[in-house]
C-alpha cells in the first residue's frame, strides 16, 4: 500500500534577488513527504537546506519564489494568499527554524512568549491553552514551573524543549525542524532529535522534515534521507540504503566523512571533502558537484537528470552506473 502523500514538492525554484543578481539557492528540487514519515534532509552548509524550509514556511525578501508548486494537503502554499496561509502555520504546518533559539526574548517569560506567538495565529491564550501547554511540558519532561522563568535562567536544551512544545502545541501534520540540535550539547541533541520521533510515534505532529548537517543523528531517527548539495536534489532514498549504498559521489563523500560507529574517533582517519560548496549567485547550468568531483566529465557541464535506481531510490548524476554501488569505509 502506497504511504499517503501530504506535501508534493514540484521543480520548486526560489532565488535571492539582490543587486548582482539571483542566488540560485533552491534550484528545481521535487519529493514528497509522507504521512507519518521523519524525512531527513542533509548536505554541507550553504546547500539550501534552510532555503527551502523558509521558502515553504517564511519566505522574506530577498528571498522570491520563482518557480514551482508544493501541494501541501491538495493545497498550493506557493500561491496561497498570506491571510490563508497564516490560518494554516502553526495548525498544519509548523516551522522550527534555525537559531529559534535565539527567537526567545531575554525580557520576557516563557508564558509572555507563548501567549504572544499563539494570540499572533489568532488563538486565545487562555486557561486551557495553558492546560495543555502544562501537559506537554511534562511530556517533554520540563516542569511547568518554566512558563514563570526567563530565557537566562533555562539551559540550551531547555530551551529547545519549549520551542517544540510551541511548535507543535496544534497537533501540526507537519513540522519542519531546521537545525534544531546544532546548538546543543551530545545528550541534548540527542534528547531533542527523540523527541521528534516521540511526538510523531504518539500521533501529535505527523510527518517531519528533519534537516541537518549532521548524518549521525538522521540515521537515527529518519524514515529516508534526502541530501542536497548546491540548491538541487542530488540523491534520495530509504535512510539504511543511502548509508550503506550510497550511489551519489557527493553522498559517497559525505557518508566517508561520517565517524564509524563504533571506532574511537581519534583512531580514525576523516576523509573530509576537500573544498567547499559553489557559490551560487548567477550560476550556470551544470552539475553542482563536478567542481569537486573525481569522475567529472564534459557531459557533467548539463544538469543530471534525476533518474530512480528503484523505485524508492532516485539519483543525479550522469555517472552512477559506472560508479557502482560499492561500500565505502
Ligand atoms: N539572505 C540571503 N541573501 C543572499 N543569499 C543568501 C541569503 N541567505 C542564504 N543565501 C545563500 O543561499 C545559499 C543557501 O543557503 P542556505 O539555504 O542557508 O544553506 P544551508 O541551510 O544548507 O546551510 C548559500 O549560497 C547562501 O549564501
Ligand atoms: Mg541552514
Known sequence: MAAEVILDVQELRAYYRILK???????GVSFQVRRGEILGIAGESGCGKSTLAHTLMLRKPPLRHIDGKAIFLGQDIMTMSKEAF??????DISIIPQYALDALSPTKKIRTFMSDIVREHGIPADKKFFERVEERLRF???????????????????KQRIIMVISTILNPELVIADEITSALDVSSQRFAASLLVELRD???????MFITHDLAILYQIADRLMIMYGGHIVEMGPIDE???RPRHPYTKALIDSLPRVGVQYEEQKLEGIKGTPPELLNIGPGCRFRFR??????KCEQ??????????HSIAC??????GSESVG
Request: proline share 8%; with cysteine.
Open 202 to 208: 504518539q500521533g501529535i505532529i505527523g510527518s517531519a
Open 303 to 312: 544538469t543530471p537528470i534525476t533518474e530512480h535506481i528503484n523505485p524508492e
Open 242 to 244: 543511502i548509508v550503506y
Open 21 to 27: 543578481g539571483d542566488v540560485k539557492a533552491l534550484d
Open 318 to 323: 550522469w555517472h552512477y552506473t559506472e560508479i
Open 293 to 298: 568531483c573525481p569522475y567529472k566529465t564534459s
Open 140 to 158: 517533554v519532561n520540563l516542569s511547568p514551573d518554566v512558563l514563570d522563568r526567563y530565557p537566562i535562567e533555562l539551559s540550551g536544551g531547555m
Open 86 to 91: 497564516r490560518q494554516r502555520r502553526l495548525r
